[in-house]
């Protein structure tokens, strides 16, 4: 998918956070697990080790340079399940891994909101920022990958998945990208996620708004 054809077809990105977190986010960004994880000071060796576990519930960590932090569970994220649909000779830790060093944006709200309130999720209270798609293509377009499933839910019938499911911003036509996967399934790719490898800082630049979910 061309950058041009991401912000026509979805001029806004969409992403859920914690309530209260929203001070640090506009301090500095929002960050994927690792990059957190790393510039809370934690050891590198600790850093690659946590990024490679499920966390079966929320964890927080205090006395952090951000105050206090909280990590979201992998509770979609069904081990077993995980194993059976990975490609290209990945384990579960490693697709665990590659989850944990992006931010993630949905590109329909309407998804969006089902997943919110699906049966695993009704109990959480979330903060949505909606996001400027053509801001952040100029800011970190060369960090932009998109994928045409959700990437952290094996809970049904997961989708195959490898090293080709994120595929870089600009590295093919949108009609190209859709047929990628046609031989496994009736219909075209579809854009679900966006994510963006490390960091999206300045994040008051792409800021369209922001309210309770």
Same mark, same amino acid.
């Given at each position: 998918? *061309?950058?041009?054809?991401?912000?026509?077809?979805?001029?806004?990105?969409?992403?859920?956070?914690?309530?209260?977190?929203?001070?640090?986010?506009?301090?500095?960004?929002?960050?994927?697990?690792?990059?957190?994880?790393?510039? &809370?000071?934690?050891?590198?060796?600790?850093?690659?080790?946590?990024?490679?576990?499920?966390?079966? =519930? $929320?964890?927080?960590?205090?006395?952090?340079?951000? %105050?206090?932090?909280?990590?979201?569970?992998?509770?979609?994220?069904?081990? %077993?399940?995980? =194993?059976?649909?990975?490609?290209?000779?990945?384990?579960?830790?490693?697709?665990?891994?590659?989850?944990? $060093? $992006?931010?993630?944006?949905?590109?329909?709200?309407?998804? *969006?909101? %089902?997943?919110?309130?699906?049966?695993?999720?009704? &109990?959480?209270?979330?903060?949505?920022?909606?996001?400027?798609?053509?801001?952040?293509?100029?800011?970190?377009?060369?960090?932009?990958?998109?994928?045409?499933?959700? &990437?952290?839910?094996?809970?049904?019938?997961? =989708?195959?998945?490898?090293?080709?499911?994120?595929?870089?911003? %600009?590295? *093919?036509?949108?009609?190209?990208?859709?047929?990628?996967?046609?031989?496994?399934?009736?219909?075209?790719?579809?854009?679900?996620?966006? &994510?963006?490898?490390?960091?999206?800082?300045?994040?008051?630049?792409?800021?369209?708004?922001?309210?309770?979910?």
């Amino acid at each position: 998918m *061309m950058p041009s054809e991401l912000i026509a077809k979805h001029p806004r990105l969409y992403h859920l956070t914690t309530p209260g977190a929203w001070e640090v986010i506009r301090q500095h960004g929002l960050l994927s697990t690792e990059e957190l994880l790393r510039r &809370t000071g934690l050891p590198e060796a600790e850093v690659q080790s946590r990024i490679r576990r499920r966390r079966q =519930a $929320r964890e927080v960590l205090d006395a952090t340079p951000f %105050g206090r932090v909280v990590l979201n569970d992998n509770k979609p994220i069904q081990l %077993g399940k995980l =194993a059976h649909c990975l490609e290209d000779g990945l384990t579960p830790e490693d697709w665990l891994a590659e989850l944990n $060093r $992006r931010v993630f944006f949905w590109v329909k709200e309407a998804r *969006m909101k %089902g997943l919110g309130e699906a049966q695993i999720n009704r &109990t959480d209270p979330r903060e949505l920022l909606v996001l400027d798609t053509a801001s952040v293509v100029a800011a970190c377009g060369a960090r932009m990958q998109v994928a045409p499933i959700n &990437t952290g839910n094996t809970l049904r019938a997961p =989708a195959p998945r490898g090293r080709a499911t994120f595929t870089p911003l %600009g590295t *093919m036509p949108y009609a190209a990208w859709r047929h990628l996967r046609r031989d496994r399934k009736s219909s075209p790719d579809e854009v679900v996620e966006v &994510t963006i490898l490390g960091a999206v800082p300045d994040i008051e630049r792409h800021l369209i708004e922001r309210r309770r979910f």
